[in-house]
């Protein structure tokens, strides 16, 4: 027989949410870290190769 699931609390559903934006704030500092260090060719953590003809 089906049951209704229990409520989440408020501080549970803020937790995980913050959570989740601070996972993709890093994500996107660490992007545009290494965008920032493409566009001076100062990287050392990327390897890409240029084509010049």
Partial sequence: MAVPKKR???SKKNSRKANWK???DK???KAFSLAKSVLQN??????YTL???
Avoid: V
């Fill in 8 to 10: 989440t609390s408020k």
């Fill in 22 to 24: 601070k996972k993709a």
């Fill in 27 to 29: 994500a996107s500092q």
């Fill in 42 to 47: 100062q990287t050392t953590s990327f390897i």
């Fill in 51 to 53: 084509n010049e003809e």
